[in-house]
């Protein structure tokens, strides 16, 4: 009796789901197990997600500076999502949460689309190239508004391979409301798919007239612009934004600055950021499906990447010829490096280059190399093994990428920050009255206050961006106001800390009182100096510290500056 096909083929299915859940099961186990543990999270959320706490029934107090501008800088639909829910579900969970739906939306996304240019094999193999690297998770990881890049931008390539132009213009419309840079991509795909892709090879768009593309460009692009003016209109009220030719006068913006060498370092070729991004993709050494294979590889993985990504550019050229999505597929790529050239040219105002080609060179791996292996192995097979060779052909690319150079995962993935349970500062400032605000040196325990605590912190090195003129400028009347309270020899700016700006609680490190603490420039040369005054005569807050501290904790003492 012979099996029918449509069965064979569900089966031959259904061993690769179970194949794909054994291999990279536990590290999604694993990063779930994270997600529920409080104390683990990922260090941007010190930013994007604490100010979302005052709007939960417990509340923050306000105002709060450092919220203010966080919430001022964000993306408009992202902030109202959180705002709107935050009543009923509390944004810390559900910033944990929200990365497995964004994360599921992109595989699919992305499955589907090697689906259509590759076979049902190129979409298996899709999602073992996604699951197997810690790039999207590392992404999303956090429910901030970058998470949502690759999903829009998922979505929006699944809709340039059918065709759908109304679909891809609507997400276009959408993406500004949670990440801008997915929305310059998307724009650029919509309008190469209206200009650059021959008529007939347009999907839905075909039949449209040169009027009719032009409006519908515009009009995406006019509503675009509107999701985003509320937010331009709140983020003008902190002043100009700072780009790399001030760092002169704000040496905050420099290579010594917040931002360190990468501020100043030369932006990379495209070829270069996109080979980079393409390593990062592929290499993945940790967790190696089979260590010996990976072994192998040694010293020579920037050769075998290569390999890879040569094999990928020559697939692109059948995959280009088979049909119109392969020739669609195509405005990705021409997106990715038009807007590249455009943030580079535009510098500050479209972000940072790197992220036009981090958000689309991982879901273009993990679409034309399964693709495009499959389309290839077709062109140089004899036509009545068209079928077998679809699906060998991935199935060789695909399988000796993972082998040579992947990985199962990552079970860490975004989570940058885990802090000690055994610690109980942090209980300690939660229990504070509701409207406190606590002063400590920025990049030490403070950072992880208005997140872990939900308490105002005065400053931290998370929140000092330099980004907008106005902020900056108070962040400097901030820190010298700290430094001078928690490092010279008078006891009066301890006080002003308290009188003028309405500190509360200081987090004392003693460890701050055998060296000077490490800050950028142009706060540097002030601290050491300050330091040094402090240490030669003796600093104030030791000679206070006994009278007006109501807690400590090894290194850590917190001072009641209502005792003074």
């Known amino acids: 009796m012979r099996v029918p096909q449509s069965l064979t083929r569900a089966a031959a299915n ?9 291999v990279f099961g536990p590290s999604l186990a694993g990063h779930v197990r994270h997600a529920l543990n409080p104390l683990t999270f990922n260090d941007d959320v010190r930013q994007q997600i604490f100010p979302f706490f005052g709007y939960t029934k417990e509340g923050m107090a306000q105002p709060d500076l450092l919220g ?7 993306p408009p ?7 709107s829910l935050a009543p009923v579900f509390d944004p810390e969970p559900l910033s944990k949460a929200l990365p497995y739906i964004l994360f599921v939306v992109t595989l699919l996304a992305a499955a589907r689309s090697a689906c259509r240019l590759g076979g049902g094999a190129g979409a298996l193999l899709s999602l073992a190239l996604m699951l197997q690297t810690p790039i999207f998770l590392s992404v999303m990881t956090g429910g901030l508004a970058r998470s949502f890049g690759f999903p829009l931008i998922a979505l929006g ?31 650029l795909m919509l309008g190469a798919l209206l200009f650059i892709v021959p008529r007939a090879e347009r999907g839905e768009a075909h039949g449209w007239k040169w009027g009719r593309r032009v409006a519908v460009l515009v009009l995406a692009g006019a509503l675009a612009s509107a999701v ?3 937010a331009a209109l709140a983020m003008r009220s902190w002043g100009r934004l700072l780009g790399p030719e001030d760092a002169v006068e704000y040496p905050e913006v420099g290579s010594q600055g917040r931002y360190g060498s990468f501020a100043a370092a030369p932006v990379p070729s495209l070829f270069a950021a996109a080979r980079a991004e393409a390593a990062g993709m592929l290499a993945n050494a940790d967790g190696s499906p089979v260590p010996r294979m990976r072994a192998l590889v040694g010293d020579h993985e920037p050769l075998v990447i290569d390999i890879f990504l040569f094999v990928l550019a020559l697939g692109l050229i059948p995959l280009a010829t088979a049909n119109a999505g392969g020739r669609r597929a195509l405005a990705l790529p021409l997106a990715t490096a038009v807007g590249y050239a455009l943030a580079r040219g535009l510098a500050p105002y479209l972000y940072m280059p790197q992220r036009y080609v981090a958000f689309t060179v991982p879901l273009m791996i993990a679409v034309f190399l399964p693709a495009g292996g499959a389309t290839l192995a077709v062109v140089l097979s004899p036509a009545r093994w068209a079928a077998r060779s679809r699906v060998a052909g991935a199935l060789i690319v695909v399988g000796a990428a993972l082998l040579l150079l992947g990985g199962r995962g990552d079970e860490w993935a975004g989570y940058t920050v885990t802090l000690d349970p055994e610690t109980r500062i942090y209980e300690f400032i939660r229990g504070l009255p509701k409207d406190a605000l606590v002063a400590g040196w920025p ?12 308490r105002r912190a005065f400053m931290t090195f998370e929140n000092h961006n330099v980004l907008h003129e106005r902020y900056v400028l108070e962040m400097r009347r901030r820190m010298a106001a700290l430094t001078a309270a928690l490092l010279s020899d008078d006891r009066q700016e301890l006080m002003a800390l308290r009188d003028t700006f309405g500190v509360t609680h200081l987090i004392v490190d003693s460890e701050d009182f055998s060296a000077p603490p490490w800050y950028f420039a142009p706060f540097d040369r002030q601290i050491k100096e300050t330091w040094r005054r402090g240490s030669e005569r ?8 006994t009278g007006i501290a109501v807690f400590r904790e090894g290194k850590w003492t917190v001072l ?3 005792r003074l």
């Open 157 to 187: 390539f699944l809709a340039l391979v059918a065709g759908r132009a109304r679909a891809l213009a609507a997400l276009a419309v959408i993406a500004p409301a949670f990440y801008p840079v997915a929305a310059v991509i998307l724009g």
């Open 560 to 562: 009641d500056l209502s």
């Open 77 to 83: 639909g992202f902030r109202l999502m959180y705002q």
């Open 228 to 230: 985003v003016a509320p």
């Open 14 to 22: 259904l061993v690769a789901v179970v194949a794909l859940a054994l």
């Open 443 to 454: 990049g030490g325990v403070i950072d992880d206050i208005p997140y872990r605590c939900r």
């Open 68 to 74: 203010d501008y966080n919430l001022a800088i964000m």
């Open 538 to 545: 003796g600093f104030a807050v030791e000679r206070v510290m």
